[in-house]
């Protein structure tokens, strides 16, 4: 992947970590498409056993990487507006702020490999990020807690990714027509 540019903002905690990478692409993937422009990229990773009292270190050779479209910024946007309120809806289930991805949906491959993301209410503090991945019979769950400060902080890292995303703004300046 060659990457042109790319922005990071981390959160680390004594379980888990979760970094968010705003990368500029220009890069020909192996089906001939070219993947170009801004992206944003998580990556989680659990602690690993015997690391804490603030040395912890993190198992990223085994990390979970999302790579999130538009659709799941604003999902996690509208949960963000909403402080992730679980509030029954008409059908009686509580509202879900879950992304889940398949890369083998549709084909043979579907179902072997899914990864889901999900921030929720705590139950005595703050809001939890879950994590999970299955690639066969091998699942992964983990979680990493973060107050309202830094949910404030992953609301302006979404905005502005949007922004960089669709071209609005590009490295930064905003995208101004010239009259002519």
Known sequence: MQIIKSRQYALYTKG???????????????????????????????????????NNSYDWKNKITYKLGLPDIGMILNGIRLKF????????????????????KGGPNEGKVSKSLSIVRGQTYGY??????????????????????????????????????????DDGEPVVSKSQ
């Open 128 to 169: 939890m990020i879950n994590f999970g991945q299955k690639n066969g019979d091998v699942k992964t769950n983990f979680s990493l807690p973060i107050n309202d400060e830094q949910l404030i902080l992953l609301d302006i890292l979404l905005r502005e990714s949007v922004k960089l995303i669709t071209g609005f703004y």
């Open 85 to 104: 309120d679980a509030t029954p809806g008409i059908d009686g289930k509580p509202k879900e702020y879950k992304l889940y991805h398949d890369p083998g």
């Open 16 to 54: 888990a970590a979760v970094q968010f990478n705003m990368a500029k692409l220009n890069d020909k993937l192996a089906d001939d498409k070219v993947m170009q422009g801004w992206h944003l990229f998580v990556d989680a990773s659990k602690a690993l056993p015997g690391t804490g009292s603030g």
